[in-house]
């Protein structure tokens, strides 16, 4: 299956280290090879790089990997194809605009079975992440003419998810660059960052980066991966079925 990488924080921050480490998955220490994508939200825009090549040797990866745009919202996805041809439309993350702002998404599974009624959102490929993408959105419009507060959101998104994980897995990272929603049926992993920040050694690169020459004290950052990223430190699994919620670098609970 795919692999997710997501990064949320309340300052500006590049994802350089972790896109090294999950890059490598895309070729070199995993089998993803069936194409890549990655989206920095900066303002009310959205920055999208996706390319049908494996990250490892992908062109566009090497221009993000020597290119520190900072973001408050990153999603990125390394693919291995289970539904639809290795083809650009069906590269992830996929964007959409929902309530007057960008929507990213990105899927990690297998969903079978999913039907898509008439509606706003319809697929432009063939796979079922994007269907499930355009279900969401759908099903959020339906219900509200404009953006609810966030605990009424969660709510909703969290009906809408569960229903949709009774398909197969249902694991995926979506955000409007303001937050950023995480569900997991199976495989995904967090860690939150901030002070007092400590040396992150990468298990898929001999790389290690000292984020205390790289921080503020006032930094939080959350990072959000199919798999741990790192080997000496301490990451939290999603549990099953989970919906949460991250904002400015934080879990937001209700």
């Not at 959205?46 to 566009?60: E, M, Q, Y």
């Not at 041809?85 to 998404?105: C, D, V």
């Not at 898929?204 to 980066?209: E, I, K, L, N, R």
């Amino acid at each position: 299956m795919c692999q997710l990488l997501g990064m949320n924080c309340n300052l500006p921050t590049d994802i350089l280290f972790s896109f090294e480490g999950f890059r490598a998955r895309g070729g070199a220490t995993d089998e993803h090879t069936d194409g890549w994508g990655i989206g920095f939200f900066e303002g009310s825009g959205c920055r999208l790089f996706i390319d049908t090549k494996s990250s490892v040797n992908s062109p566009v990866a090497e221009l993000v990997q020597n290119y520190p745009i900072h973001s408050l919202n990153v999603i990125a996805h390394i693919r291995k194809a289970t539904q639809g041809k290795i083809e650009l439309q069906n590269t992830h993350p996929f964007l959409r605009e929902l309530w007057g702002k960008y929507w990213l998404f990105a899927h990690n599974g297998d969903l079978r079975n999913i039907s898509l009624d008439s509606g706003s959102y319809q697929p432009v490929g063939d796979t079922d992440s994007e269907r499930a993408f355009c279900l969401i959105l759908n099903a959020l419009r339906s219900q509200f003419d404009h953006e609810p507060p966030l605990k009424v959101l969660n709510a909703a998104l969290n009906d809408i998810s569960t229903s949709l994980g009774y398909n197969g897995t249902m694991n995926y990272l979506l955000s409007n660059g303001e937050f950023m929603f995480a569900y997991a049926t199976d495989h995904l992993n967090y860690i939150v960052r901030r002070a007092p920040f400590t040396p992150a050694h990468l298990i898929d690169q001999d790389v290690t980066v000292d984020f205390r020459e790289l921080t503020t004290p006032q930094d939080i950052v959350a990072v959000i991966a199919t798999q741990p990223l790192t080997d000496n430190e301490e990451w939290t699994a999603v549990k099953p079925n989970e919906l949460l919620l991250f904002q400015h670098g934080n879990v937001i609970s209700f």
